[in-house]
């Protein structure tokens, strides 16, 4: 919840997305993240579910994107930054490095555009090449959301 909704009647919770792995049982890992929009520290328990570590706004111990570059080749750092992808990007990206999960699609880019979204995806192939495509969805049949 964002600090200036406390104690409201009807508080607006502010979502983000983090990426998350999973156990041997479908459950998912716990880990620590901070809100991009505020800096405050979450415990990630389920989807879309967190507790918030009240007094802790910043722990040097969080990934962060800078870290990040350490574990993946240039040219997809390079990438990363110019399209502005967030950590959750960065993290999928480490996890398919680490983890040998070649030609998953990862979007970098999404734009909606007059009933339809435009989306730039990579996908990283076994060689190391990146592979990238742009896409366009239409959203809306006849001026209405589908």
């Known amino acids: 919840m964002l600090p200036q909704f406390k104690g409201k009647k009807d508080p607006v919770f502010h979502k983000f997305v983090v990426f998350s792995q999973f156990n041997d ?3 998912i890992i716990p880990k620590i993240a901070a809100c991009n929009n505020c800096g405050v520290i979450h415990n990630i328990i389920d989807f879309c579910r967190s507790e918030l570590y ?7 111990s969080i990934i962060t994107k800078d870290d990040l570059k ?14 502005n992808c967030d950590l959750a990007t960065w993290e999928h990206v480490c996890f398919i490095y680490e983890n040998n999960k070649y030609d998953e699609q990862i979007i970098i880019a999404k734009n909606r555009i ?11 192939n076994s060689d190391g090449k990146l592979i990238i495509k742009s896409i366009l969805r239409k ?7 589908l």
Do not use: C
């Open 25 to 27: 049982n479908s459950e």
């Open 54 to 60: 009240y007094g802790t706004d910043d722990t040097a």
């Open 70 to 83: 350490h574990n993946i080749p240039d040219d997809i750092t390079k990438l990363l930054i110019d399209h």
């Open 114 to 124: 007059m009933g339809s979204t435009q989306i730039k995806i990579v996908t990283i």
């Open 139 to 145: 959203d809306d049949v006849d001026g209405k959301a």
